[in-house]
């Protein structure tokens, strides 16, 4: 059976008022996206939501 798969991928930083800010490379300036209106595209639709935070974890001293 053939299917077809709709999908976003944002990776920056979320703020309070829902703007992802995408960081542009070097001298690129950065995107924003509002993840609220881009939810609106899915709305009445089976969906898997996956969000992940990375965060730097200190070394320990040997």
Known sequence: MAKRVNSISLKGHLHEDFIIEEFGKGEEPSEYFALMQILEEFKDKHVTISIKEEQ???????
């Open 56 to 62: 730097s974890v200190e070394q320990t001293e040997e």
